[in-house]
């Protein structure tokens, strides 16, 4: 795949950055070279490879999923000028 520099000026145009036409063929020969390397990689063989969260081997920390308020409620709604119960008040802003 290789990017012309049509679709150079429309990636520019979809990111909103200004490209001035002496930037284009540089910009091109960039996103060209991104491309190739994409394609490179696609190339690897990486079946049987099991997928790592670290260069080495360690478990992932885990814990339990469990729902509780955190029990600190009071703390967060301390500083809020209107609240009952654990809910801050606010104004009715639509009529």
Not at 66 to 90: C, Q, R, W
């Amino acid at each position: 795949m290789s990017v012309d520099a049509t679709t150079v000026r429309r990636i520019a145009h979809l990111a909103r950055i200004a490209v001035s036409e002496d930037e284009v063929p540089h910009l091109q020969g960039e996103l060209n070279a991104m491309l190739a390397f994409v394609e490179q990689l696609s190339e690897v063989n990486v079946e049987g490879v099991e997928p790592m969260t670290s260069v080495t081997p360690m478990q992932m920390k885990k814990r339990q999923d469990v729902v509780d308020d955190g029990g600190i409620a009071d703390d967060i709604v301390a500083n809020a000028p209107a609240t009952e119960g654990h809910f801050f008040l606010v104004p009715k802003v639509v009529e």
